[in-house]
C-alpha cells in the first residue's frame, strides 16, 4: 500500500482521512512485524513496547469513534493504559493487529452511515455540557494519532533493527 499523494482524486476529504488510516494502519502492521519476541517486548526510555503501542490505537480509536462519536457504551474505553497513564496489554501482537484492522472496518462503517459534519452525541466520551466534536474533526484527530504513533515505529524499528524507510 501506498500513502495517498495530494493529487489522488478524493471528492470528499472524510474518504481522504479514510485512505490515510488504512495506510497507517498497515504501516503499523509492517512495521511491528516480523520481530523477535526479544525486541518486541524491548521497553523504550519512555516506557511503552510495540504491542502496548499497538493496543493504545485498538482503543483510541474505538474510544473517538463508538464511545466518543456514537456515544455508545464501551467497556472499559481505557483499558490500554494503567493508573499512571502508560500503555499495557496482555493480548499477542497478532490478535492486536487483527483488532486494529477491525477497528478500521468499524470507522468505515461508521462515516457510510453519517454525515462527516454531524455532532458527536452526549453520553459515553461527552456529557452534555461538553462542545461536541464533528465526525470529520474526530477522524482528524484518528489520523494525526495513527500518523504519529507510525512515526514512532519508524525510530523504533531503526533503533532495533536498523530497519528504515516504507519499503
Avoid: C, N
Avoid at 49 to 78: A, C, K, Y
Avoid at 83 to 92: I, K, M, Y
Amino acid at each position: 500500500m501506498r500513502l495517498p499523494e495530494p493529487q489522488d482524486v478524493f471528492a470528499d476529504p472524510a474518504a481522504r482521512i479514510l485512505a490515510y488510516l488504512d495506510f497507517f494502519r498497515a504501516e503499523v502492521r509492517r512495521k511491528a512485524g516480523g520481530l523477535p519476541d526479544e525486541m518486541l517486548h524491548r521497553v523504550v526510555p519512555s516506557g511503552w513496547t510495540i504491542p502496548e503501542l499497538v493496543e493504545h490505537l485498538v482503543h483510541m480509536e474505538r474510544r473517538w469513534l463508538v464511545w466518543g462519536f456514537l456515544g455508545e457504551d464501551v467497556p472499559s474505553p481505557r483499558a490500554d493504559r494503567r493508573a499512571d497513564g502508560t500503555w499495557v496489554t496482555e493480548r499477542p501482537l497478532d490478535v492486536l493487529l487483527d483488532a486494529l484492522d477491525e477497528g478500521g472496518r468499524r470507522t468505515r462503517r461508521i462515516v457510510a452511515e453519517h454525515d462527516p459534519d454531524e455532532r458527536a452525541r452526549v453520553g459515553g466520551m461527552f456529557g452534555p455540557a461538553d462542545e461536541l466534536p464533528t465526525l470529520i474533526g474526530i477522524l482528524f484527530h484518528v489520523m494525526q494519532e495513527h500518523a504519529r504513533h507510525a512515526g514512532h515505529l519508524d525510530i523504533v524499528r531503526e533503533l532495533l533493527d536498523g530497519a528504515t524507510g516504507e519499503q
